[in-house]
């Protein structure tokens, strides 16, 4: 019989925000296609008190979204918290679990759930824990990055973190490396199943044509290097290395695909370093696009503080574009091969070396796509299938 599963996450896509949590809708796209579980997905929808909710234009966009509406194709109930944005952050899984409740317990008593899933650790985590805990049942974290990283060191989450590991029935993790902080944070090692990302191979894969003619038709500048960086704007990114490294490599040329506080520090630290002509902000885009810059590009340069295991390292790779990363999160889990890239210092000399060598001597293509050949949403979704069963068996 299958289990009926209640998955919450607080990023999803939705028409204010098509890009977000693209990777959690596969995921849970791939799982139902292998069949097993009836899934209820649940994203809840955090906005402040007016006249905030008025004043901010993307809460204005969320305060538009409907408390129950279908996202290609799929059912998504995107029921309503309050939070202050910026402030009093440990008060949000208790003001989701509080808003959220009488709705699951009517879903629960209409056909019970045999579990509940949360797809990240903050602040689904601990929301997800209070409501488990008032229906009897067990639940399962994600741990994707930053939802431990920086959240087990803010005063008031950090316990709330710790009290999740501990109550949580099972732990998936991106990464081995994302597992053994988990691990040092208490989690019981046999708990803990790590589940890697998938690609969307329709979209991030070797093409047929040559860089140059991907950048004619993508409208980007054919003369000289093309690097890539994809990730938000935000410190812990930390692109303003890319942008000093590019200062080292003439001639080349830097997109950088996303938004973020960063935005306006980064243009004036390109104009600084006598770059600015050559960094190009793209914004936020649609995964197609994305894909088609990543595939134009020599290299994909993420220079990040702390990550689980990024979905952009393994597009990149699909794409056959090699990295330059820094040595965190699963790093050494991904580019275990030369033709995978550089792991580098969190610093713009290393990174300009990395970027010299790599285009002095490039990896094949299809070498570089050979390095996440197992990565895949139908593996992706049966490891999810297969974690719930495994839960579902214990409880």
Known sequence: MALRVLSLSTLYPSAASPNFGRFVELSLDAAEAVGGAEIVRMSPNGLPPWPMAEI?????????????DEWRGKRILRPRFS???????????????RSILPLVRRLHAQKPFDLIDAQFFWPDGPAVMAIAAELGLPFSVKARGADIHHWSTIDGC?????????????????SQAMADDLIQLGADPGKITVHRTGIDRSLF??????????????????????????????????????????????????????????????????????????????????????????????????????????????????????????????????LNHRAAGQIVDRSADAIAR?????LADPPARKAVAACVAEYSWDTNGAALIAHWQKMGAAA
């Open 354 to 358: 990395a970027i010299r060598a790599l």
């Open 83 to 97: 939070l202050f944005p910026g402030i009093l952050p440990a008060r949000n899984p208790t003001s989701i679990a």
């Open 158 to 174: 950090a316990p709330q973190l710790r009290a999740t590991i501990g109550a949580a029935a099972g732990l998936l993790a991106v």
């Open 205 to 334: 894969h070797v093409p047929a044509q040559s860089r140059t003619e991907l950048r004619q038709m993508a409208g980007l500048c054919t003369e000289g290097p093309l690097l890539v960086s994809v990730g938000a704007l935000i410190p812990r990114k930390g692109q303003v290395f890319a942008i000093e490294a590019l200062a080292q490599i003439p001639a080349a040329r830097l997109v950088l695909i996303g938004n973020g506080e960063d935005r306006a520090m980064l243009g004036e630290r390109a104009g600084q370093m006598g770059v600015a002509d050559r960094v190009h902000f793209f914004g936020s885009q649609p995964h197609a696009d994305i894909a088609r810059v990543v595939q134009a590009a020599d290299i994909a340069v993420l220079p990040s503080s702390s990550e689980g295991l990024a979905n952009a390292w393994i597009e990149a790779l699909a794409c056959g574009t090699p990295l330059v990363i820094t040595d965190c999160g699963g790093a050494r889990e991904v």
């Open 56 to 68: 901010l234009p993307s809460y204005r966009q969320k305060g538009n979204l409907p408390t129950e």
